[in-house]
């Protein structure tokens, strides 16, 4: 099968690229705009790569279709929340909102079937375990930037979920943020949070996704809600962080996401947080600890 991953030196797309391109049953190109500071990851992936791809350029989108006929196109491009560009209206809008649908545009155009991520930030937090039949509450740009964005019809797949992972150059997200700490931090013991690890993803998808073309649509994809303190307690026990954790309840919000449509559809049952925890660490033992030294 011929796999387009868009937006391969991303967290997410990196962790999906280098996984899938790992699989032996899969054929992956991952496109990227540029490797500066970051060519130590592709190093044994090079035959795999489209260079100097620019998001807003579709011409060169579409050429980067055409020129390797996927079956499948995974869009990991997106502004996240942690960085500035993202309130930017006119970015937001073009990036989250407007490329998925004239991805799905192209994709239906070339006989593909797109795979887009949306964001449990699509919800405001005041409920918890959210369904695909809830109404989006979120207010600020962002969330509804990803909302506008989501492709639920035709063939194509959005995943609505939230992420935790490693970059390549950067420590914004929970995880490397969380490593990069010294001596005390906070962890929220009122924030829950239902997110997979990217590398579970990229073993769903080879597993259960890519060859169920039926899966389509707009799906919650999560694992057992569990709160912030926990989820970084966890993570210094198997990463071996020597760090101390002061329990904080000021942050109150509850975005965990109900994925029993898609586990009943996949007859899938997720593993603990402990498992996501240890085979997340043992990802990062193998693909970013010798390029970041």
Same mark, same amino acid.
């Given at each position: 099968?011929?796999?387009?991953?868009?937006? =391969?030196?991303?967290?997410?797309?990196?962790? /999906? @690229?280098?996984?899938?391109?790992? !699989?032996? =049953?899969?054929?992956?190109?991952?496109?990227?705009?540029?490797?500066? %500071?970051? #060519?130590? @990851?592709?190093?044994?992936?090079?035959?795999?790569?489209?260079?100097?791809?620019?998001?807003?350029?579709?011409?060169?989108?579409?050429? =980067?279709?055409?020129?390797?006929?996927?079956?499948?196109?995974?869009?990991?491009?997106?502004? $996240?929340?942690?960085?500035?560009? #993202?309130?930017?209206?006119?970015? =937001?809008?073009?990036? !989250?909102?407007?490329?998925?649908?004239?991805? #799905?545009? /192209?994709?239906?155009?070339?006989?593909?079937? /797109?795979?887009? @991520?949306?964001?449990? &930030?699509?919800?405001?937090?005041?409920?918890?375990?959210?369904?695909?039949?809830?109404?989006?509450?979120?207010?600020?740009?962002?969330?509804?930037?990803? &909302?506008? %964005?989501?492709? *639920?019809?035709?063939?194509?797949?959005?995943?609505?979920?939230?992420?935790?992972?490693?970059?390549?150059?950067?420590?914004?997200?929970?995880?490397? +943020?969380?490593?990069?700490?010294?001596?005390?931090? !906070?962890?929220?013991?009122?924030?829950?949070?239902?997110?997979?690890?990217?590398?579970?993803?990229?073993?769903?998808?080879?597993? *259960?996704?890519?060859?169920?073309?039926?899966? &389509? %649509? /707009?799906?919650?994809?999560?694992?057992?809600?569990?709160?912030?303190?926990?989820?970084?307690?966890?993570? #210094?026990? $198997?990463?071996?962080?020597?760090?101390? $954790?002061?329990?904080?309840?000021?942050?109150?919000?509850?975005?965990?996401?109900?994925?029993?449509?898609?586990?009943?559809?996949?007859?899938?049952?997720?593993?603990? +947080?402990?498992?996501?925890?240890? @085979?997340?660490?043992?990802?990062?033992?193998?693909?970013?600890?010798?390029?970041? *030294?």
């Amino acid at each position: 099968m011929n796999v387009l991953i868009l937006g =391969a030196t991303g967290m997410l797309g990196y962790s /999906l @690229f280098s996984n899938l391109a790992d !699989n032996s =049953a899969l054929n992956v190109t991952g496109t990227v705009r540029s490797l500066t %500071g970051k #060519a130590a @990851f592709f190093a044994q992936y090079q035959k795999h790569l489209l260079q100097g791809i620019d998001v807003t350029d579709i011409a060169s989108l579409e050429e =980067a279709i055409v020129t390797t006929k996927p079956e499948v196109v995974i869009n990991c491009i997106g502004l $996240i929340k942690q960085h500035d560009i #993202a309130k930017q209206h006119v970015a =937001a809008i073009e990036i !989250n909102a407007l490329l998925p649908h004239q991805l #799905a545009a /192209l994709c239906d155009q070339y006989g593909a079937r /797109l795979i887009h @991520f949306s964001t449990d &930030c699509v919800f405001d937090g005041k409920q918890g375990m959210y369904q695909e039949a809830d109404l989006p509450t979120a207010t600020d740009l962002y969330g509804k930037s990803k &909302c506008l %964005g989501e492709v *639920n019809y035709g063939r194509h797949l959005t995943l609505r979920t939230s992420i935790i992972g490693h970059e390549l150059d950067s420590a914004v997200s929970l995880v490397d +943020w969380f490593l990069s700490q010294s001596g005390t931090v !906070n962890g929220f013991s009122k924030a829950v949070f239902s997110g997979v690890p990217t590398c579970y993803i990229a073993k769903l998808l080879a597993d *259960n996704i890519l060859n169920k073309p039926e899966i &389509c %649509g /707009l799906y919650h994809l999560s694992v057992e809600p569990i709160n912030k303190h926990s989820l970084i307690s966890l993570v #210094a026990d $198997i990463y071996g962080k020597e760090i101390e $954790i002061n329990e904080s309840t000021q942050l109150v919000i509850d975005r965990s996401l109900d994925s029993s449509r898609l586990r009943q559809a996949l007859d899938l049952t997720v593993p603990s +947080w402990r498992e996501l925890i240890e @085979f997340m660490h043992n990802d990062y033992l193998t693909r970013y600890v010798q390029c970041k *030294n």
